[in-house]
């Protein structure tokens, strides 16, 4: 009864609400829920429950407010650690998202609650028991029977615990008398067992159920088997069948180890490569490199590196041996890469150094597999993450090096709330962890090379391909020039049709890039002109000729292909343009025999076809890949040597200051596909602009070149690195809510117009894509000299839409803008 006495005072804590609401709300904790940051806990909302995120303690709140109390904890240790608390809330600042939305994103997607907690007497609460025992406890010391119920039941769920004994539970776990253990509910690990017959089978058998005579004759004809499982499915039956088999003494079941959900994985997605690569011998220009970034490792504080390597320069192997000291030193690392599905060379190669130290983390797992990565790593089981964007808030423990692999790609960019960008994130991870970022990329952002100029990070270099190979050299055909003399508008050009005609009598391999999926661009009505539009976006429809659908690239929307035009009933529908879908349809009249696959996004969404094109194509069981930007990505084919840009132009007639950096990296980036084996590689690329200098100088290969002439471009029109850029859309599914929306924006803006001088508002206009998914969008943009004004001109503007009652949805404000469509 003392403790009754002792009872400390409630506290005040903020909570980020799994809610779109702006900021963080205050609730109380009383002593008997004891909390601290990082913890998940269920909060009354309104009339309903939801779960929350404790941030840190609550500043005092103005009297007459009214704080709630919170519910209950949902997590009996902190989900995330104090680091990723803190990243959370700087997300939440510096990108203007709801908190609670935010800490959605970095938690994983199964809630803690759907997981079992074994709880377990430790040694102190063993002696601790013993001591209760012999003091012969009152019957009522809670102490005592919840350690009595505990080591009558060693498995217990922490859940029912807490239920039974609340206050004895929270003292169990101060005084460290009992732990809590992580496993997972249902099938995601499971025991796997050895099977075998006893001993001779004695001459009379007992009788036997018909289940029961299956098994005992598989195993006496079979043998024993190693695992229990495809046994059950041989002879349809279940776990008990074999259990009670082993308790008449007929059979043998020995534990044979663990199957879970994360080795099930590895079996899939690293197949036989594991330990058949052995690391490669290092080049002078690597080694210089990995000593420069040794110490800075080592040091234990914070740095950024940016890596600038040539396509094949092996900037891989960089990463691995930077991972490997890591390990050393006993710190984790994270390595972000574009896009896993595509990389399953670069998986292979990480379980085959790391073996079970590896988690991945991406968009491809089922929710059980990413739940059960994201634990390991949580407690430190894993301490390797390789994984997409939202990787970098793996919850590892002492950060050592955090590495963006491609850190120009754009998919680093999350396209929905919250907006933020993977590799600024991981720099500000690496920050807060006295971590080293390393971010890596053959055609490296603007943004990153410019802060690499002005000293912010620090640039090393590798400029040679390995093994002395030559970088593939790259030809600019005119399509203007083949049209005035074909008279005829093809997707190849007569010189792109003879290299590949050569590549396919030599037997050598070639990629075709086209920037476009589908068959078509679009159906175009020849009567009246009209096309087929989405009907919840701006845009035209693509024609798939294997669904023969038109579908909508943006939400996804698809029709039946109309026999007449919807618009004039007329038959004379044509379609236009070319996608991936049509050039591999095409090729087969070209050159007949050719073996010819697709690899773009439509092709990704079916993975096992997609694994397969990949190694086909790997082996040489395919002559040409034709494909979307999917293939310029990171790929290593030693066999390649032509690649073809069917269209180098879509893009860059496109409303959007990155178009010439875009092209020019996607030019850069698949000519790096060629020639990586010991043969030569050669580029063809097609463009109806071949002055324009972001394909001239990517056919050159010209960095540098390109750096100083875009950065012309940006300080003229004011854009980033020069700028702070930030991008405001007004929304809604009727166009008169967003005109109305986008006008109290606009008068907000003149408002505050004398407060902030030096930021320039273009706008309200309609945007490029004028309607997405049934929203109506009105664009402005924002342009600042100074970070810091754009940024509180943005929180005033958040305050404002609150208090001027619009709905979080019906403004979009996107920090950064990677695209302004
Ligand atoms: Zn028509
Ligand atoms: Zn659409």
């Known amino acids: 009864m003392d403790r009754e006495r002792k009872k400390p005072p409630d506290s005040l804590f903020e909570v980020a609400v799994m809610a779109a609401l702006p900021h963080p709300l205050t609730y109380r904790f009383p002593a008997s829920l004891p909390v601290s940051p990082g913890q998940r806990v269920l909060v009354p909302l309104a009339t309903r429950k939801a779960m929350g995120i404790v941030l840190g303690p609550a500043s005092k709140l103005a009297p007459g407010i009214e704080v709630r109390d919170a519910l209950r904890a949902l997590d009996p240790e902190p989900a995330l650690p104090a680091e990723l608390v803190r990243l959370g809330i700087w997300i939440s600042d510096y990108y203007l998202a709801p908190p609670g939305e935010v800490f959605r994103a970095m938690l994983p997607l199964r809630q803690e609650t759907r997981r079992a907690r074994q709880v377990r007497l430790t040694e102190e609460g063993r002696s601790k028991l013993q001591e209760l025992t012999a003091s012969q406890p009152e019957e009522s010391d809670q102490d005592a029977a919840l350690l009595a119920y505990l080591d009558r039941r060693p498995d217990a769920s922490f859940e029912i615990l807490q239920s039974k004994f609340p206050d004895a539970c929270r003292r169990a776990l101060e005084q460290k008398w009992m732990s809590i253990e992580e496993v997972n509910k249902g099938r995601s690990r499971r025991q796997v067992f050895a099977v075998r017959l006893a001993g001779p089978l004695p001459e009379h058998l007992p009788r036997l159920s018909p289940v029961a005579k299956r098994i005992i004759e598989a195993l006496e004809h079979q043998g024993p088997a190693e695992d229990h499982r495809p046994l059950l499915v041989a002879v349809r039956a279940q776990l008990a069948n074999l259990r009670k088999l082993g308790e008449a003494g007929l059979i043998a079941l020995s534990e044979a180890g663990w199957r879970g959900a994360s080795s099930g994985l590895r079996e899939r997605d690293a197949p036989a490569t594991a330990g058949e690569t052995p690391a ?103 301490k390797v993450v390789l994984g997409t964007r939202s990787a970098v808030f793996a919850p590892v423990v002492n950060l050592g090096v955090v590495i963006v692999d491609e850190e120009h790609d754009s998919s680093y960019k999350q396209d929905e709330t919250p907006r933020y960008h993977g590799r600024d994130v991981a720099v500000v991870r690496a920050q807060y962890a006295g971590a080293l970022a390393l971010l890596g990329s053959a055609t490296p952002s603007l943004e990153s090379y410019w802060n690499a100029r002005e000293g912010k990070y620090q640039l090393l270099k590798l400029e040679d391909r390995i093994g002395g190979r030559k970088l593939a050299s790259v030809d600019v055909v005119d399509m203007r020039q083949e049209f005035r003399e074909t008279h005829t508008q093809m997707p190849l050009s007569r ?327």
């Open 495 to 821: 010189k792109l049709k003879e290299e590949i005609d050569a590549q396919l009598r030599a037997s050598a391999q070639t990629m075709l890039l086209l920037n476009r999926r589908g068959y078509s661009w679009f159906l175009l009505c020849r009567s009246c002109g009209e096309t087929q539009r989405c009907v919840n976006c701006s845009v035209s429809l693509t024609y798939h000729r294997r669904e023969h659908r038109l579908s909508c690239h943006y939400c996804g929307y698809s029709m039946a292909v109309p026999a007449l035009c919807p618009a004039c009933g007329s038959e004379y529908l044509h379609y236009v343009g070319e996608g991936t879908e049509k050039i591999e349809h095409k090729f087969a009249e070209l050159f007949p025999g050719a073996r010819v696959a697709r690899l773009d996004r439509d092709v990704a969404r079916r993975r096992g076809e997609f694994l397969r094109v990949l190694q086909d194509f790997r082996q040489g069981k395919i002559d040409v890949l034709v494909g979307t930007q999917l293939i310029a990505k990171g790929h290593d084919f030693p066999g390649v040597t032509l690649v073809g840009v069917v269209s180098a132009d879509i893009g860059l007639g496109l409303p959007d200051f990155r178009a010439a950096e875009r092209t020019f990296q996607l030019v850069t980036q698949v000519a790096g596909r060629a020639g990586r084996g010991d043969a030569p590689g050669r580029v063809l690329v097609q463009t109806f602009y071949p002055e324009h200098y972001a394909i001239r100088l990517a056919a050159d290969q010209n960095y540098a070149g390109f750096f100083s002439k875009e950065m012309g471009f940006r300080r003229m029109m004011h854009y980033p690195p020069i700028t702070a850029l930030a991008n405001i859309v007004a929304q809604h599914p009727k166009l008169e809510r967003a005109a109305q929306v986008a006008e109290m924006i606009g008068k907000f803006f003149t408002k505050v117009e004398s407060q902030f001088p030096a930021i320039k508002v273009l706008g309200p206009g309609p945007a490029p894509l004028a309607k997405v998914e049934r929203r109506y969008r009105i664009q402005f943009l924002l342009k600042s000299n100074s970070r810091a004004n754009l940024h509180a001109l943005l929180k005033q503007l958040v305050q404002h839409a609150t208090q001027s009652g619009i709905q979080p949805r019906d403004v979009m404000i996107d920090v950064d803008p990677v695209k302004l469509m």
């Open 280 to 382: 490669p011998q290092l080049t002078c220009a690597q080694t210089a490199v990995l000593a420069d970034l040794f110490p800075r490792l080592d040091s234990g504080s914070f740095g950024v590196v940016l890596l600038h390597g040539v396509t094949g320069s092996g900037k891989t192997e960089i990463y691995l041996h930077l991972i490997a000291h890591c390990l050393e030193r006993g710190r984790s690392a994270i390595m972000l890469v574009p896009e896993i599905a595509l990389t399953p060379a670069m998986q292979s190669l990480f379980f085959s150094r790391f073996g079970d130290k590896v988690a991945l983390l991406h968009s491809g797992l089922t929710e059980r597999e990413r739940d059960d990565a994201w634990w390991r790593v949580r407690h430190g089981q894993a």
